[in-house]
């Protein structure tokens, strides 16, 4: 079954250290995107990519970083510059537009809880 | 800016009754609608999506929502609540023209009593 894989599940970091998270898709969707949740605050945009070789800041981009080098992955830095990093972060894909119109349909994976001890 | 509110920020019910979730946007035009719902610990699920015609839309396990154009709303119902519907509930928005920019409302969660 087609589907979005992110890994790992959990993640423990140390202040100052990077940490890359990993989003691997199978359903050829050509837009990817990352989001951060963190309690009552619902998900936040951090970067997102419409085709590969090419990315847009999300609303919260900084202290983050993404490459897009495949259609299937498009991985997550959390570098040392972030201030917060503690939080539950969603990798998700759109469906592609059908003839004469669009979808919006987000397919997401099971989130990485990233802890920053 | 478009935007989404969901009023309720905490809703329990008890199992068997029935459920209304409030969402509200804001948009010039008419833009797609969705419900996600959310397991702890887990990533979202598409519950149903409105993108036109009748407005009266089902989901899965048993969720139904409707648009009102007139109070941009787009509430989503449950005639009899099941334990498992415990979880957090998102309400979002995309537009035609910005498909891929899509918008979530903060949350509902709702706890469920036996």
């Known amino acids: 079954d087609g589907g979005i894989t992110q890994s790992p599940k959990y993640l423990f970091r140390k202040e100052g250290q990077n940490v890359t998270l990993s989003c691997e898709q199978n359903?050829?969707?050509?837009?990817m995107y990352w989001y951060r949740q963190d309690p009552g605050q619902g998900l936040r945009l951090i970067y997102y990519?419409?085709?590969?070789?090419?990315?847009q800041k999300g609303d919260i981009a900084e202290g983050y970083s993404v490459s897009r080098e495949k259609k299937e992955s498009f991985p997550l830095t959390v570098t040392s510059a972030q201030k917060n990093p503690t939080a539950f972060y969603l990798c998700?894909?759109?469906?592609?537009?059908?003839?004469?119109?669009?979808?919006?349909?987000?397919?997401f994976g099971e989130g990485s809880r990233l802890t920053v001890l | 800016a478009q935007s989404v509110t969901q009023p309720d920020i905490h809703i329990t019910v008890s199992e068997g009754a029935s459920l209304e979730l409030r969402c509200n946007y804001s948009?010039?035009?008419?833009?797609?609608l969705f419900w996600y719902v959310q397991s702890p610990g887990q990533g979202l699920q598409l519950l149903l999506k409105?993108?036109?015609?009748?407005?009266l839309v089902q989901g899965i396990k048993g969720f139904e929502a409707e648009f009102k154009r007139s109070q941009s709303s787009f509430n989503l119902r449950k005639p009899s609540v099941h334990w498992s519907d415990a979880a957090e509930y998102f309400c979002?928005?995309?537009?035609?023209?910005?498909?891929?920019?899509?918008?979530f409302g903060p949350g509902t969660s709702l706890s469920v009593i036996p």
């Open positions: 990519s419409q085709i590969v070789n090419d990315f």
């Open positions: 359903l050829n969707h050509d837009a």
């Open positions: 948009y010039g035009a008419t833009p797609y």
């Open positions: 979002a928005v995309a537009t035609k023209t910005s498909y891929d920019k899509v918008i």
């Open positions: 998700a894909s759109i469906r592609q537009p059908t003839s004469g119109g669009s979808t919006g349909e987000l397919f």
């Open positions: 409105y993108f036109s015609g009748d407005t």
